[in-house]
């Protein structure tokens, strides 16, 4: 089914990726605001099953670091070099774009592709991830698949590997070149290739989930989360934040709970697992949203201070990780060298 | 077993291998000790025990809570490791929710054994304390105090000496008077316990000089086999201390009855010392240079000297100046030492404190004190000694000013009469004026008034309500008998003297 999305939507949309990103992926700000252009919209979202399967795709998405994007905003096409370098590579034009992360600001990356290709309602991961070694079609281990990357200065680099992990570490030298924060995009796959092998219909859940929450933000809490089809984990203020002693990047924010209880998030550029009692209630991939108690913002982790008050909230995971071990191994906080923070459930 | 193991115990147990309460409840009870590695080979099910694990904590927070949480959901109200002390305190308020008492441990094993030796192996516990014991007569001691610091260090367990009245000494730790009064001193061993906590083995200390003393190892929240083990390490240590008791008392009484000799060598030398009393003061620790204020606490009845002066000995210790004490006849002598002169305020002070200390005295002994000036130097020393043992003898007689008399305050009058009191002067005086006798003491009489009223007639006779012709021909009757010139005034002071002499005996 094609929708049509119209400009009112924006900030929904914005809300709904922000909400997926599960403290982390980045504020949609920066995105929305250069999406602001009424002339842009309406915009046509596919749905998968309107493509042709052989169609070629390619995936678009900002890396490194959120908080650098917003300083250093990028330029009004930051991804023709990149799109140019893939095709060339490929020796085709790729007419469908779809997105690399579910969540954070890149689930509004494609938005700024939208004017020349067809946008598919298709990601990569179904929340955000740190790592291009978690997109899905690598995951899965999809050959063929290529990335491009800016090395600054107007430099492209083209990487065609068989190893992952190759890749992450490869574009993530590129993205530290190219000053800490640049495009990078995927191709080298089909539209058919994304029914097997992607999250689907993404940006309609996110659509549906900011304008749910848009509505019933100032509900009580247990109503709010009900409403987005997840679960209360907890409510309290936040007395501690330790990082791990070997790993600076992860942090565990303590909170004391509103009943008493000893409640912990886990988190590393998003939230990872959320405690309680020193049982875990929740683990990635299952999307962990902490909103302010007070504002009901949507808080990223580094907004994790001490003395706020926060509501924890769980969205369900994209079902495609849950389909095999495997997948899972590659999303679960062990994944990260995290021990003991596997959901039992 | 039929008790339990208590968290109080345990952490008053010497060898408890560094154990410490980090949170939970500070009371705690427990049927079972599980000792293991890890928390993973705790078994799955238990009611109400204390897991001890020798391997150290995770170090992430989470994994701290997960692990609280897992020893908790096993069924164990305790779990003591090293280094659990590191713990955030949101770990530490899970335990508390939880109901789980963590504990620090530096040696798990040793927590192990003293878990053992309370639960199972008392008779261990018994024996462990006994060889303490025997281990610490092993040491020499200077004193009792120092044996009671080598038992109280040794057994790991406070010690005091106590009577019905108080505590005599302790060492390691404070004998709280809530403690001393729930202690029966009838039995031969006794185990007392007091709300709060406070518990105390005691055993009757068999000493032939001292009735009623007891010695009890005491602590907070000893368990009954503590207890009871401790009752036996004190049964074991009483005979030490009594002889100890025994030791101490005949040193002090050869002691004192060599001071009490330095002190009359001394005074009879007056002040010029030869070389060899010198050293043997020196030795003494007594010094004859600086300033002194001597004083003299005498018995007006018959008592014990030795206890008089052991009694004013720790009643000096607690003034905070040099003092010295040794007895001499029928009571104690003794002077404080100043190196540096004393303003007549802080003297006041000194002899205040002197006065406090024979009040003190005075409750327990009936005694009457003397306060010498005060003085300087080898011969001001005898000086001061000297006066305070007149002051003394006139404190005898004067209940008016609470059997107490400064040498300062004395009065010519009661100086004169301290001297003329002398046993070779009385005798003198009654013979010289025995003439007086006849016509019935009138003549004596007379002559008294008459000196007093600087022999003159008049006064004398207005005094006596006689004519003054008839105290005229009287006193020429007292020059008759007597054989003497009243116009002399040294013969004037002599009979002064021997009147007043004849007349106070």
Same mark, same amino acid.
């Given at each position: 089914?094609?929708?049509?999305?119209?400009?009112?939507?924006?900030?929904?949309?914005?809300?709904?990726?922000?909400?997926?990103?599960?403290?982390?992926?980045? *504020?949609?700000?920066?995105?929305?605001?250069?999406?602001?252009?009424?002339?842009?919209?309406?915009?046509?979202?596919?749905?998968?099953?309107?493509?042709?399967?052989?169609?070629?795709?390619?995936?678009?998405?900002?890396?490194?670091?959120?908080?650098?994007?917003?300083?250093?905003?990028?330029?009004?096409?930051?991804?023709?070099?990149?799109?140019?370098?893939?095709?060339?590579?490929?020796?085709?034009?790729?007419?469908?774009?779809?997105?690399?992360?579910?969540?954070?600001?890149?689930?509004?990356?494609?938005? $700024?592709? !939208?004017?020349?290709?067809?946008?598919?309602?298709?990601?990569?991961?179904?929340? !955000?991830?740190?790592?291009?070694?978690?997109?899905?079609?690598?995951?899965?281990?999809?050959?063929?698949?290529?990335? $491009?990357?800016? $090395?600054? !200065?107007?430099?492209?680099?083209?990487?065609?590997?068989?190893?992952?992990?190759?890749?992450?570490?490869?574009?993530?030298?590129?993205?530290?070149?190219?000053?800490?924060?640049?495009?990078?995009?995927?191709?080298?796959?089909?539209?058919?290739?994304?029914?097997?092998?992607?999250?689907?219909?993404?940006?309609?859940?996110?659509?549906?989930?900011?304008?749910?929450?848009?509505? #019933?933000?100032?509900?009580?809490?247990?109503?709010?989360?009900?409403?987005?089809?997840?679960?209360?984990?907890?409510?309290?203020?936040?007395?501690?934040? *330790?990082?791990?002693?070997?790993?600076?990047?992860?942090?565990?924010?303590?909170?004391?709970?509103?009943?008493?209880?000893?409640?912990?998030?886990?988190?590393?550029?998003?939230?990872?697992?959320? #405690?309680?009692?020193?049982?875990?209630?929740?683990?990635?991939?299952?999307?962990?949203?902490?909103?302010?108690?007070?504002?009901?913002?949507?808080?990223?982790?580094?907004?994790?201070?001490? =003395?706020?008050?926060?509501?924890?909230?769980?969205?369900?995971?994209?079902?495609?990780?849950?389909?095999?071990?495997?997948?899972?191994?590659?999303?679960?906080?062990?994944?990260?060298?995290?021990?003991?923070?596997?959901?039992? =459930? | 077993?039929?008790?339990?193991?208590?968290?109080?115990?345990?952490?008053?147990?010497?060898?408890?291998?560094?154990?410490?309460?980090?949170?939970?409840?500070?009371?705690?009870?427990?049927?079972?000790?599980?000792?293991?590695?890890?928390?993973?080979?705790?078994?799955?099910?238990?009611?109400?025990?204390?897991?001890?694990?020798?391997?150290?904590?995770?170090?992430?927070?989470?994994?701290?809570?997960?692990? +609280?949480?897992?020893?908790?959901?096993?069924?164990?109200?305790?779990?003591?490791?090293?280094?659990?002390?590191?713990?955030?305190?949101?770990?530490?308020?899970?335990?508390?929710?939880?109901?789980?008492?963590?504990?620090?441990?530096?040696?798990?094993?040793?927590?192990?054994?003293?878990?053992?030796?309370?639960?199972?192996?008392?008779?261990?516990?018994?024996?462990?304390?006994?060889?303490?014991?025997?281990?610490? +007569?092993?040491?020499?001691?200077?004193?009792?105090?120092?044996?009671?610091?080598?038992? /109280? /260090?040794?057994?790991?367990?406070?010690?005091?000496?106590?009577?019905?009245?108080?505590?005599?000494?302790?060492?390691?730790?404070?004998?709280?008077?809530?403690?001393?009064?729930?202690?029966?001193?009838?039995?031969?061993?006794?185990?007392?316990?007091?709300?709060?906590?406070?518990?105390?083995?005691?055993?009757?200390?068999?000493?032939?000089?001292?009735?009623?003393?007891?010695?009890?190892?005491?602590?907070?929240?000893?368990?009954?086999?503590?207890?009871?083990?401790?009752?036996?390490?004190?049964?074991?240590?009483?005979?030490?201390?009594?002889?100890?008791?025994?030791?101490?008392?005949?040193?002090?009484?050869?002691?004192?009855?060599?001071?009490?000799?330095?002190?009359?060598?001394?005074?009879?030398?007056?002040?010029?010392?030869?070389?060899?009393?010198? @050293?043997?003061?020196?030795?003494?620790?007594?010094?004859?240079?600086?300033?002194?204020?001597?004083?003299?606490?005498?018995?007006?009845?018959?008592?014990?000297?030795? @206890?008089?002066?052991?009694?004013?000995?720790?009643?000096?210790?607690?003034?905070?100046?040099?003092?010295?004490?040794?007895?001499?006849?029928?009571?104690?002598?003794?002077?404080?030492?100043?190196?540096?002169?004393?303003?007549?305020?802080?003297?006041?002070?000194?002899?205040? /404190?002197?006065?406090?200390?024979?009040?003190?005295?005075?409750?327990?002994?009936?005694?009457?004190?003397?306060?010498?000036?005060?003085?300087?130097?080898?011969?001001?020393?005898?000086?001061?000694?000297?006066?305070?043992?007149?002051?003394?003898?006139?404190?005898?007689?004067?209940?008016?000013?609470?059997?107490?008399?400064?040498?300062?305050?004395?009065?010519?009058?009661?100086?004169?009469?301290?001297?003329?009191?002398?046993?070779?002067?009385?005798?003198?005086?009654?013979?010289?004026?025995?003439?007086?006798?006849?016509?019935?003491?009138?003549?004596?009489?007379?002559?008294?008034?008459?000196?007093?009223?600087?022999?003159?007639?008049?006064?004398?006779?207005?005094?006596?309500?006689?004519?003054?012709?008839?105290?005229?021909?009287?006193?020429?009757?007292?020059?008759?008998?007597?054989?003497?010139?009243?116009?002399?005034?040294?013969?004037?002071?002599?009979?002064?003297?021997?009147?007043?002499?004849?007349?106070?005996?």
């Amino acid at each position: 089914m094609v929708r049509t999305l119209q400009y009112e939507q924006l900030p929904m949309l914005g809300r709904g990726f922000s909400l997926l990103g599960s403290g982390g992926g980045g *504020t949609t700000t920066m995105l929305e605001l250069a999406l602001a252009d009424a002339s842009l919209w309406p915009m046509q979202l596919y749905g998968l099953e309107e493509l042709d399967p052989a169609l070629p795709c390619l995936g678009a998405a900002f890396v490194g670091s959120t908080l650098l994007l917003n300083e250093r905003l990028p330029g009004d096409a930051p991804f023709d070099p990149l799109i140019a370098a893939a095709e060339r590579w490929l020796g085709i034009s790729v007419p469908v774009v779809c997105s690399l992360e579910g969540g954070g600001l890149n689930g509004l990356t494609p938005f $700024t592709l !939208a004017g020349t290709r067809m946008m598919v309602d298709a990601d990569l991961t179904g929340r !955000a991830v740190p790592g291009l070694d978690q997109m899905s079609l690598h995951v899965d281990r999809v050959p063929g698949v290529i990335a $491009t990357c800016d $090395t600054g !200065a107007g430099g492209v680099m083209l990487l065609q590997t068989d190893r992952p992990a190759d890749l992450e570490r490869i574009v993530r030298a590129a993205v530290i070149q190219a000053g800490g924060a640049c495009g990078t995009v995927f191709a080298g796959f089909t539209v058919g290739d994304l029914a097997e092998h992607a999250i689907l219909g993404g940006t309609a859940r996110a659509l549906e989930l900011g304008t749910t929450f848009d509505t #019933m933000a100032s509900e009580p809490l247990s109503q709010l989360s009900a409403a987005l089809g997840g679960r209360v984990l907890g409510e309290g203020r936040i007395t501690a934040a *330790t990082s791990h002693p070997r790993d600076p990047h992860v942090s565990s924010v303590e909170i004391a709970g509103v009943g008493g209880e000893v409640h912990r998030i886990v988190s590393r550029s998003e939230s990872l697992a959320f #405690m309680t009692d020193g049982r875990v209630e929740a683990s990635a991939p299952t999307i962990i949203v902490t909103l302010d108690s007070i504002s009901r913002d949507i808080l990223e982790v580094t907004a994790f201070t001490i =003395g706020r008050h926060v509501s924890v909230i769980e969205l369900p995971a994209p079902h495609w990780w849950s389909r095999s071990a495997e997948r899972m191994r590659h999303v679960v906080p062990a994944a990260y060298g995290l021990d003991e923070l596997e959901f039992p =459930g | 077993m039929s008790e339990n193991l208590r968290l109080r115990a345990l952490l008053a147990h010497p060898a408890n291998g560094g154990l410490r309460a980090v949170a939970g409840p500070a009371e705690a009870e427990w049927n079972e000790v599980v000792i293991e590695s890890n928390e993973s080979e705790l078994p799955a099910e238990v009611s109400g025990g204390i897991a001890i694990l020798s391997a150290s904590p995770p170090t992430t927070p989470w994994q701290q809570d997960a692990l +609280i949480r897992r020893v908790r959901d096993r069924g164990f109200v305790a779990l003591a490791m090293p280094g659990i002390d590191n713990f955030g305190a949101g770990n530490l308020a899970l335990a508390t929710r939880l109901g789980l008492s963590v504990l620090h441990v530096d040696k798990p094993l040793m927590l192990a054994k003293a878990c053992w030796q309370l639960l199972e192996a008392r008779d261990a516990l018994t024996l462990g304390y006994v060889r303490k014991v025997a281990q610490s +007569i092993e040491y020499h001691a200077t004193g009792l105090p120092d044996l009671l610091h080598h038992l /109280s /260090s040794n057994v790991g367990h406070a010690i005091a000496l106590i009577d019905e009245k108080g505590v005599l000494l302790e060492a390691g730790g404070h004998f709280e008077p809530a403690m001393h009064s729930a202690v029966n001193f009838a039995p031969w061993v006794d185990l007392a316990r007091i709300d709060g906590g406070g518990t105390a083995a005691s055993v009757r200390v068999d000493s032939p000089s001292r009735a009623g003393l007891r010695i009890a190892f005491f602590g907070n929240g000893l368990s009954d086999p503590q207890l009871r083990a401790l009752g036996v390490a004190a049964e074991v240590a009483m005979p030490a201390v009594a002889a100890r008791i025994l030791i101490d008392e005949v040193v002090a009484v050869n002691e004192a009855s060599v001071s009490s000799g330095l002190l009359r060598d001394f005074l009879e030398q007056r002040g010029g010392i030869e070389a060899e009393l010198e @050293q043997r003061l020196l030795d003494h620790g007594w010094r004859t240079a600086g300033f002194h204020l001597g004083f003299r606490i005498l018995g007006r009845t018959r008592l014990d000297s030795f @206890q008089l002066l052991r009694f004013v000995t720790q009643q000096l210790g607690q003034l905070a100046v040099d003092s010295h004490a040794t007895m001499t006849g029928r009571g104690v002598t003794g002077w404080l030492t100043f190196t540096e002169s004393q303003s007549p305020r802080q003297l006041e002070q000194h002899v205040f /404190s002197l006065r406090k200390v024979h009040n003190t005295v005075r409750k327990a002994f009936n005694v009457a004190t003397g306060v010498g000036a005060f003085e300087n130097g080898s011969a001001g020393l005898v000086a001061t000694i000297s006066g305070a043992t007149d002051a003394a003898r006139i404190a005898a007689n004067r209940s008016g000013t609470g059997w107490f008399v400064r040498f300062d305050a004395l009065g010519l009058e009661q100086l004169l009469l301290s001297w003329t009191e002398h046993d070779t002067f009385v005798p003198a005086a009654e013979s010289l004026l025995a003439p007086l006798a006849v016509g019935g003491g009138e003549l004596l009489a007379t002559l008294s008034a008459y000196l007093d009223h600087e022999s003159g007639t008049a006064a004398t006779a207005t005094a006596l309500r006689l004519h003054r012709n008839t105290v005229a021909t009287r006193i020429q009757r007292v020059q008759e008998l007597l054989g003497v010139d009243m116009s002399d005034p040294e013969t004037r002071l002599a009979l002064h003297l021997a009147c007043r002499a004849v007349r106070s005996k």
